[in-house]
């Protein structure tokens, strides 16, 4: 077998209104001043600005709001966050939000501990050393961040996606409280928990993928493929097994790294502004019926008896049919793409090394091109009639 490294670093603290005691987790850390980080007024929307700032006073705790995260985060709000951070000399960070305000939170505690610029700790560099505990708490199902050892960052200068990565970026504690998704948005709930079903299925067919992600990605896919539709029709019940789900996308990536699914996706949010998760819910069933071909016979079997599926057609199908069951667009025409963009989006997507590093089919421009041609046609042509199933 091949050898690989699994991380264990994150307490995962799972259960109805564990949020509330998040000031005791900050002082079990030896913390006694935080910056809380997140996106606007998310804390009052979510009903969590009471919950959270009484347990953190409860505990002793000190507190610095830093609300300017926007979605996506760019280098200049981390840089900022990281200055507020140093001038207040916080020593713990809490990160509240979806995967904007939890790469922020960590790209902060990693600018605050080891100094330096954002673009200092770009991939190839492994980020090492000393940092400030991150506490995260999320607050969609779907990114995974608060377990994940990187932090996506954007550069608006280049419009591309950079990544931070390395065993310091992982926080040391994630909160996992399924109440926080009652007010989630029903397209939130949809495009998150997709951006969780793609971390398990890229991670899944991950050329760095081990025993250990392939587990915990399998367990994924079946909550999200089983409870999804349920959830987003509106049963409260089993939105708990979502946020679980979206935790175990994010270990299984974090061992494993995500694939193509997730490069191109960038090219439609840094050049479209489309929503990550729905970038990936879009473009999944092209690239993932390719990949498939390529993946080992006895995986591909595994995930079939999991997924109830006969063939890598039958998954392709039932793959659709929760994607269309969630409202997703048929296809990427419909988020603003043009056919001229394909040499630039293959060239873009090329770029994402440690992507198509992972990727288990081979990669170059014209397959890329293909590939997002198919996206553009849309699901309902290309797998309406099963012309491109033989
Ligand atoms: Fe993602």
């Given at each position: 077998m091949t050898g690989f490294t699994h991380y264990l670093h994150t307490k995962i603290v799972f259960g109805d209104g564990v949020v509330g005691k998040v000031g005791e987790e900050v002082r079990k850390l030896g913390g006694s001043k935080a910056l809380l980080v997140t996106t606007g007024n998310l804390l009052e929307i979510t009903g969590y600005s009471d919950i959270i700032l009484k347990s953190l006073s409860s505990s002793g705790i000190n507190y610095v709001l830093f609300?300017?995260?926007?979605?996506?985060?760019s280098i200049e709000t981390c840089e900022k966050g990281a200055e507020i951070a140093k001038e207040e000399g916080v020593d713990t960070v809490i990160a509240f939000g979806g995967g904007s305000a939890m790469d922020a939170g960590k790209a902060i505690s990693v600018l605050k501990s080891l100094g330096g610029r954002t673009s200092d700790y770009f991939f190839p560099k492994v980020v090492e050393g000393p940092t400030i505990p991150v506490i995260a708490i999320p607050t969609t199902c779907g990114t995974g961040a608060e377990v994940t050892r990187y932090a996506i960052i954007t550069d608006l200068s280049t419009k591309r996606k950079m990544t931070m990565a390395g065993p310091s970026v992982l926080p040391k504690v994630a909160m996992l409280d399924p109440e926080v998704l009652r007010k989630i948005p029903k397209k939130l709930l949809a495009w998150t928990s997709l951006d969780a079903l793609s971390h398990a299925i890229e991670a899944y067919t991950s050329k760095a993928s081990t025993p250990i992600s392939d587990g915990v990605a399998l367990i994924a896919t079946d909550y999200i493929i089983k409870y999804l539709p349920k959830a987003y029709e509106g049963d409260e019940g089993v939105k708990g097994k979502l946020h679980i789900a979206s935790t175990l996308g994010g270990m299984a990536i974090n061992d494993a790294g995500t694939t193509l699914i997730h490069s191109a996706g960038y090219y439609l949010t840094t050049h479209h502004n489309v929503h990550h998760g729905l970038a990936n819910a879009l473009l999944m069933p092209f690239i993932l019926e390719y990949n498939l071909r390529y993946l080992d016979e006895e995986k591909l079997n595994i995930l079939m008896r999991v997924t109830g599926t006969s063939s890598i057609e039958d998954f392709i199908k039932a793959l659709c049919k929760l994607i269309d069951a969630v409202g997703i667009p048929d296809s990427i025409a419909e988020v603003g793409f043009k056919e001229e963009e394909l040499d630039v989006i293959a060239r873009d997507v090329m770029g994402y090394k440690r992507n198509i590093m992972n990727n288990p089919s081979p990669v170059d421009e014209s397959i890329v091109k293909n590939l997002i041609y198919k996206a553009l046609l849309g699901r309902s042509k290309v797998y309406g009639n099963l012309k491109y199933m033989a």
């Open positions: 609300n300017e995260v926007e979605e996506n985060p």
